[in-house]
DNA sequence: GCGGGACGTTCCATATAGAGGAAAGCATAT
DNA sequence: ATATGCTTTCCTCTATATGGAACGTCCCGC
């Protein structure tokens, strides 16, 4: 039975044994999400919810009719599929979601793994927002403070945020974060690079700052697949070196997809 | 205990949304989902769900932290808020939703109501697609069929679709429909009946055919807010007279007010 | 026409899942 | 320090949810 798009979202990433913790006193609870989940993918027939699920007819039956008098799940032609209530509770659960609260303990794990400094970030028209950071345990801390604000084009951050635009748009915000004095060499490089940025899914970036910093940055999708914020790892050059620079992209990517996952991301469509 | 129960009353033909309903055997189920209703309204404590709700604090926390442990609802820090998986079930309802399926009941009502022809389309660029139908009880009908499409600032449906536009976008489709042989008066004309159109949020519409056809039409939105598609009742002029026309334009508004909340609509934010 | 299979629906006796009281942790306010 | 309010755990008892059986309906093949 290829179960496929099951995703297991860690919640509070202190669990000691995450598993299938399971709250007691709600069998039946649990098995309308299950319902739920069985839906996802694509309407299905309530006998074969019985079947894949391993409950009687008569209770896949009684859940179902009790979901559709929700508006939970809704009746077609093959089957029930995902009902109009899910409309409204995803526009609102748009609305409320805490990007900084969901990717937190996320954060915190990739620290605690390498060592280095952790943020995340939002962009705000033609800048970059620095949310939230999770000192690592290094000597050296990279100062950037949550609330700092720098153009989009130039900060690690930023550019993973830049990576779904248009090769046009990244030329423009390169050209106004440098207030327009650059060369049209310099341009090309600029695109060139953050094309390869784009292949790669990752961004490697040196602070034009002249300090040594370089982070690596990964942008996190929300349910609709857009780009909504962005992760970080960041310290000086001289710790962040270039052979163990596969493996930090590795790490920081995973913990990208993680989240993505947490908010609702289901994978490019 | 040997309750006898004799409501039996709705067939199953014609679920109304009223939400009176109770499939029973579900405690648990409608119970958590009522606590998916409160936290719509923002973050809310277990402790005041159990209160609002008139269940014991302790069923109320077992729901919670069931629904959470499935991503359902999130812990902020004033409360439980929606939680992620809402977010990708939003999405896969949006992609999975048949308007038109979910219209039919509510246009069978109106039909039977008022005797009219009822339809529903939807905007393709800048055309109007006529959807569905349901015939009335008139001998008279209006003889558009499912399919039919018309340049959208010539139909009633049209109109109605229209209405979130910006003035200009009104000038051009209306005068992209007369093939550019308008007068600016005209052109004057259209606009300003698509403002008090829009003011009333509704559209009255007579056929420029020439057929003495007479319509009212609404806009529907979706759980985004935007204009989905519109519903409309047509007759005669002859039929749909001016002093019929207010309480069928409320019977109308009204229809869609019902289908756009079946669909996820919340009302303006 | 008839019989067989699949699905949705209703009924009912029963076991068990879930409700809630009581009370222990944990904060933040007075 | 005491108090107030919330969360969380434990435990008992019964209201609740369960699944087998049976019925209605539709569709297919014979």
Not at 151 to 174: F, H, I, M, N, S
Not at 198 to 224: T, Y
Request: glycine letters at 10%; aromatic letters at 4%.
């Amino acid at each position: 039975m290829g179960r496929q798009n099951r995703q297991k979202i860690m919640q509070d990433g202190d669990d000691k044994k995450d598993g299938a913790e399971t709250v007691k006193g709600t069998q039946t609870l649990m098995r309308a999400l299950d319902i739920m989940d069985e839906v996802i993918d694509g309407p299905i027939r309530a006998a074969d919810l019985a079947r894949k699920l391993g409950m009687s007819k008569t209770t896949a039956h009684r859940l179902v009719q009790a979901l559709k008098s929700r508006n939970y799940l809704s009746v077609t032609r093959d089957g029930f599929a995902l009902g109009p209530k899910l409309l409204q509770l995803g526009v609102l659960a748009t609305e409320q979601i805490d990007y900084v609260r969901v990717a937190r303990p996320f954060m915190e794990l990739l620290s605690e793994r390498t060592g280095f400094c952790v943020f995340v970030g939002k962009r705000e028209g033609d800048w970059s927002r620095h949310l939230e950071r999770v000192t690592g345990t290094q000597r050296l801390r990279v100062a950037t403070a949550p609330g700092d604000r720098r153009p989009v084009a130039e900060t690690g951050l930023g550019k993973a945020l830049l990576l779904d635009e248009v090769e046009a748009t990244w030329e423009r915000l390169y050209v106004e974060a440098k207030d327009g004095k650059v060369t049209p060499a310099q341009i090309q490089a600029y695109v060139a690079e953050m094309r390869g940025h784009k292949a790669r899914g990752e961004v490697l970036h040196d602070s034009e700052l002249g300090d040594g910093v370089r982070s690596i940055a990964v942008p996190i999708r929300d349910a609709k697949g857009q780009i909504c914020i962005a992760i970080s790892i960041a310290s000086a050059a001289h710790y962040l070196t270039d052979d163990l620079r596969p493996g930090l992209a590795e790490q920081v990517m995973r913990s990208a997809e993680l989240i993505s996952g947490a908010v609702g991301y289901s994978g490019p469509r």
